[in-house]
């Protein structure tokens, strides 16, 4: 299920920061009472391989978040203790230490169920025991969501486990956004801040497919 133009789902989430501290964020309601875009992603596990590398760049990119009066969110269904412990540990040591947005603890999976975006094959139910077994680690794929500042996901992509995304078409994504709310405008193919965007008509297309 696709929740593209869609209300993100309204739920609170246990959370964990640099700090130590446990908390539960509502991602919507952080959107729309910070008045802030959001971008939450979603990574497999902690203390894995990937993961770090992804975790880092979206540190990296902090400042050009903020820039953008956009917040970073991680998450996994890894819970709130082992999220600091990784945490605490270094990079020299395939840790985390220096990440300071928060980190979603879905451990009981309500949200990430709701998403749709966990590793589960093959389920089946035994008449006999009536128990339920799944194949596939019931942990996420990287999801990605970029939420508006009324709550509405405008963005959303699913990469599988080994595929480590890039965070610079985030920022491309977010940046593309923001120009259509400002100023009505559509972007093309590959549009990046600066580049020209065109009218939502077949006069717009027109004009800018000759001059491009």
């Known amino acids: 299920m696709s929740f593209v133009g869609k209300k993100f789902p309204d739920l609170k989430v246990n959370a964990m920061n640099e700090m130590g501290d446990t908390f539960t964020i509502n991602v919507l309601e952080e959107a729309q009472k910070n008045n802030k875009k959001v971008v939450l992603f979603w990574y497999p596990k902690d203390f894995t391989y990937v993961c770090p590398t992804e975790l880092h760049a979206f540190q990296e990119a902090m400042s050009e978040f903020e820039k953008r009066n956009t917040m970073v969110i991680g998450a996994?269904?890894?819970?709130?203790?082992?999220?600091?412990?990784?945490?605490?540990?270094s990079k020299d040591n395939g840790g985390i230490e220096g990440v300071t947005y928060?980190?979603?603890?879905?451990?009981?999976?309500?949200?990430?169920?709701?998403?749709?975006?966990?590793?589960v094959?093959?389920?089946?139910?035994?008449?006999?025991?009536?128990?339920?077994?799944?194949?596939g680690d019931n942990v996420t794929y990287r999801a990605t969501y970029l939420i508006d500042e009324e709550?509405?996901?405008?963005?959303?992509?699913?990469?599988?486990?080994?595929?480590?995304r890039n965070v610079n078409e985030f920022i491309r994504m977010v940046d593309a956004y923001s120009h259509v709310q400002k100023h009505g405008e559509?972007?093309?193919?590959?549009?990046?801040?600066g580049k020209t965007a065109m009218e939502a008509n077949s006069k717009g297309v027109a004009s800018y497919l000759s001059a491009n």
């Open 76 to 89: 996994s269904c890894d819970t709130a203790e082992v999220h600091f412990a990784w945490l605490s540990t």
């Open 102 to 119: 928060p980190i979603l603890a879905d451990s009981n999976r309500n949200l990430s169920s709701r998403l749709g975006i966990l590793d």
């Open 121 to 135: 094959e093959n389920e089946r139910y035994d008449d006999e025991t009536g128990h339920i077994t799944v194949d």
């Open 151 to 164: 709550g509405t996901v405008f963005h959303e992509s699913i990469n599988h486990m080994p595929l480590g």
């Open 186 to 193: 559509v972007c093309p193919a590959n549009w990046e801040e």
